[in-house]
């Protein structure tokens, strides 16, 4: 059956995977430059690489940003302000560790300097490097679309919870929840 | 550059009999014996002796000496370019400011708190320059260690999410040091800026205009400025101490990392000082290597310049029109260092590997094009009439200022101070080409705009000679000083050569001891002088060194001159200003 409505300008699909499409092939980063990666970053961006090809696209506000690139060394100083900036994205999200000072501390084993991103943000992503070239990031941001389609949404049934709880029990018989 | 001559130094010592002169082969200074004196020498230096030029203030830590903290200005005399040193001990941990002699002092003073813990008196506005307000340790301190005190447990989030695997997928240490809480920071902002206008605007720090992580401040009256504050600290990585705990080799890769868009220039200024003060002979064809990649480098970060700065404003073409002349010149350094941004390319007493097969044709294929490139970009810019509009009278910089708060490169010269280091002390092969110094005349965006275009356009110039001189050697010519034993030998050689492998083992491991002496020297960055203080005790490694960043000097102008300005002309000046964090920051 599936084939004879394939054949025919329609596709079956499940609603997991149409979310991981949506959601895979819409990545927007936070313009956030931490140090030296993020001149990388924005030359991934610029003309010869331009990741605007794989749909994304740079935005300046964490509220409409799915991606955080941490692109640099993170000093302890500038930890809870990117902590702050992750809190404000909406879910779901992702993180990619550009870079050995992000990834581990890199080569400031020193006392000002977070020795690896991951341990205020939940990181998906690791690319070594230092500072990785565009192509490494590409290629991260590339396993970052294969991990999320290879890795089941689970995060809507959380989301539809949560929403639930905002409405009146009188709706929710009404739609038959 | 000249050191202060000896007649000038006489004169000096008739007029003050206390105190005493060391002159060392690359550095000339005075020590103050009276603490309380140092006000009075340094208001003569400035008004009689011309010496008004700030360049900077540092601290040296000696925990066995009696006064424990030596303190030191640099200054230089803008018309005859002689530099000299002034050093003075703190009694007690004190010293008097020098802010109302020189107004860059007054952010070195705070730096000088935030890292050693000393004191200025009549200095009100002392608070951590770079660490936030609570932080309970100087770092600089030599009793400090480098890697801080571990006193938070903070373990990987990713082994706390996914548990823990075998093989561990980290290995780390667990306990961490002290990492901020958003109220920690919260209290640092509100220590800055007492609230004199309608609103607190906060600009930064994490905004892609700030060009890095710079905050800012602006107390607002209407839409007018009435009060900055600049919050640095945001990339502090403490590249000083960092020098400390390393061989002098081994601290090359991370002036790469301090001003990123400018590595080989970075380089060149600290590979510059270390020969000096281990008297390195470097051979000519290096030296015009050096002079080639630091020049396409200075095109390199100009472009970066250009591009932001004018995306800042609203133009985004020019960003991806300067971009596209960017990868060219990075492939350049790539095909010869191997890397496209922190390229790690020369070494103590050369360069890392000979010219790449093919690169003299590629660059001077590259010139030629660029020519016509940068009249392109004159073409959408200078004329431009929004360009002009929010460039022309915005952000004046008058030569007093420039002099009062040590700023130098592009921001000095767009003010008329034709300050090069290329010029006054020339390095590398600068003695050897032929090129011109561009300055302003009234020092607004505007000018400081021209200015970095006519450099772009010269140093194509200085590429296009090396290119001819390169040209004309021949091909097996040494592009590194094998000779000299704190030189590393290049690869082919420690692989292929006994003594070679020999040297190079010892040098890496153990480290070659230098001479014992003090060294200052400077080169010309594309955003001004980056300057390296070296004080050696005959180790392997450096007792201080100190940066002198222009970035950071160059930055603090900045509360002075949007004064009573809006808003939208503070994104015009930070961009003619063109500071970068891992500079400011270190």
């Not at chain 2, 011309?50 to 006064?67: G, N, Q, S, T």
């Not at chain 2, 548990?163 to 509100?190: A, L, Q, R, W």
């Not at chain 2, 001004?528 to 222009?550: A, T, W």
Request: some cysteine; charged content about 25%; hydrophobic content about 40%.
């Amino acid at each position: 059956m599936a084939s004879s409505i394939n054949g025919n300008g329609f596709i079956t699909t499940t609603v997991d995977e149409l979310l991981s499409w949506g959601r895979r092939n819409a990545l927007w980063p936070v313009t956030i430059g931490l140090a030296c990666c993020a001149i990388e970053m924005m030359h991934a961006a610029a003309s010869r690489f331009d990741i605007d090809r794989l749909g994304m696209i740079f935005r300046a506000s964490p509220r409409q940003a799915d991606v955080l690139i941490v692109a640099g060394t993170v000093v302890n100083k500038v930890a809870p302000m990117l902590k702050l900036i992750w809190d404000q994205m909406p879910e779901p999200k992702w993180c990619i560790s550009m870079g050995g000072c992000a990834s581990a501390g890199g080569p400031f084993p020193t006392y000002s300097t977070l020795q690896g991103v991951d341990r205020i943000i939940p990181v998906d992503v690791y690319i070594p490097g230092c500072p990785p070239t565009p192509q490494g990031l590409i290629y991260g941001l590339l396993e970052l679309q294969r991990k999320i389609r290879e890795k089941k949404v689970t995060r809507y049934e959380k989301a539809f919870e949560e929403f639930k709880k905002d409405l009146s029990p009188e709706i929710l018989s009404g739609i038959g929840v | 550059m000249p050191w202060a001559s000896s007649q000038t130094l006489d004169r000096i010592k008739r007029t003050f009999r206390k105190i005493t002169i060391d002159t060392q082969p690359n550095f000339v200074c005075l020590i103050v014996e009276d603490t309380q004196e140092i006000t009075n020498i340094l208001k003569h230096l400035k008004d009689v002796e011309d010496f008004r030029y700030f360049i900077d203030f540092h601290v040296i830590d000696f925990p066995k000496e009696k006064d424990r903290f030596l303190g030191q200005y640099i200054l230089v005399n803008p018309y005859t370019f002689e530099r000299l040193a002034i050093k003075v001990w703190f009694k007690s941990n004190k010293l008097p400011t020098a802010k109302e002699i020189f107004a860059g002092a007054k952010w070195a003073e705070r730096e000088a708190y935030d890292m050693f813990g000393v004191e200025f008196e009549g200095h009100e506005d002392v608070k951590r320059m770079f660490m936030w307000e609570d932080y309970k340790y100087f770092p600089l301190r030599k009793d400090f260690p480098l890697g801080g005190i571990p006193e938070q447990k903070l373990p990987s989030l990713t082994e706390v999410l996914e548990g823990n695997t075998f093989p561990p997928s980290h290995d780390y240490d667990i306990m961490h040091t002290y990492v901020p809480t958003i109220k920690d920071i919260e209290k640092t902002e509100k220590s800055r800026i007492t609230k004199k206008g309608q609103l607190v605007l906060n600009w930064g720090p994490l905004h892609p205009g700030t060009h890095g992580t710079m905050w800012f401040l602006f107390d607002l009256e209407g839409e007018h400025i009435i009060q900055t504050d600049v919050i640095l600290g945001q990339l502090h990585r403490g590249m000083e101490k960092i020098a400390e705990n390393l061989h002098y080799f081994q601290f090359l890769p991370y002036t790469d990392r301090m001003d990123y868009l400018s590595a080989v220039c970075n380089e060149l200024s600290y590979v510059q000082a270390v020969e000096k003060l281990a008297n390195i002979e470097v051979p000519l064809k290096a030296r015009y290597i050096r002079t080639m990649f630091a020049e396409l480098q200075r095109i390199n970060s100009h472009l970066l310049w250009l591009g932001t700065g004018a995306l800042d404003l609203g133009a985004l073409t020019v960003f991806l029109y300067a971009f596209r002349e960017r990868e060219k010149i990075m492939d350049i350094i790539e095909g010869n260092a191997g890397f496209r941004l922190t390229s790690a390319f020369l070494r103590i007493g050369g360069v890392h590997y000979d010219l790449a097969k093919g690169t003299l044709e590629v660059a001077k294929y590259f010139v030629k094009d660029f020519y016509s490139k940068l009249k392109e970009y004159h073409g959408l810019l200078t004329r431009n009439r929004i360009w002009l509009k929010r460039t022309k009278d915005v952000g004046v910089i008058t030569q007093e200022d420039v002099y009062q708060y040590g700023l130098t490169g592009p921001v000095a010269r767009g003010s008329g101070v034709a300050y090069d280091m290329r010029k006054i002390d020339p390095y590398a092969a600068y003695d050897l080409v032929d090129f011109d110094i561009p300055v302003g005349d009234i020092g607004d965006v505007y000018d400081r705009y021209l200015v970095r275009m006519e450099e772009m356009y010269q140093s194509a110039r200085i590429v296009e000679q090396c290119i001819e001189a390169l040209e004309k050697m021949p091909e097996n010519e040494p592009y590194v000083n094998k000779k000299h034993p704190a030189v590393l030998p290049p690869k082919e050689d420690v692989f292929n050569d006994l003594e070679d492998m020999v040297k190079s083992f010892r040098i890496v491991v153990h480290g070659e001891n230098m001479p014992k002496g003090e060294v200052y020297s400077s080169g010309e960055n594309p955003r001004g002088e980056l300057g390296f203080y070296i004080y050696s005790i005959g180790k392997s490694s450096p007792y201080r060194l100190r940066i002198r960043s222009c970035s950071f000097y160059n930055l603090s102008v900045f509360p002075k001159v949007i004064y009573k300005h809006t808003i939208s002309d503070a994104v015009a000046l930070l961009g003619s200003i063109d500071p970068v964090v891992g500079e400011t920051d270190r």
